[in-house]
């Protein structure tokens, strides 16, 4: 197994013991690119390389479980804008918490120094992909 098949299995655990266990694990990265801010709609499906289709059906699914809210965007006639709902960033905390277990478990193995130094490749890693 993978690590990142294991802590995705960790997520998935963790979400299953709570009232957001009936959302699919797709749905939840869409959520999570969110990062507590409000987005365009239109910018998910680039930000995330999903089709619109996609993008539009995962904010559907979501929208309809309470974690998000749609409103028309005031600078566009066209786009619509995406946010976080209470429910939503119920759900935020309890993932927020999980990830910080795994980031204590990987110091326990790799210590601090060597965690950060992971940290700090993974994002350079992430910003030369987004190019």
Same mark, same amino acid.
């Given at each position: ?10 997520? %998935? ?59 028309? %965007? ?22 927020? %918490? ?13 210590? %601090? ?19």
């Amino acid at each position: 197994m993978s690590l990142i098949s294991h802590w995705n299995t960790r997520m %998935d655990a963790a979400r299953a013991e709570t009232e957001f266990a009936d959302i699919r694990p797709a749905d939840m990265n869409v959520f999570a690119n969110l990062r507590g801010r409000s987005v365009r709609l239109s910018a998910i499906h680039k930000e995330m390389s999903f089709s619109r289709q996609a993008a539009q059906q995962a904010v559907d699914r979501l929208v309809k479980h309470g974690m998000l809210e749609v409103t028309p %965007d005031p600078n566009s006639k066209r786009d619509k804008l995406v946010s976080i709902t209470e429910k939503g960033h119920r759900w935020r905390s309890i993932a927020a %918490d999980q990830i910080r277990q795994i980031e204590t478990e990987i110091a326990e193995v790799i210590g %601090d120094d060597a965690k950060e130094a992971l940290r700090s490749a993974l994002a350079s890693l992430l910003q030369a992909t987004q190019k």
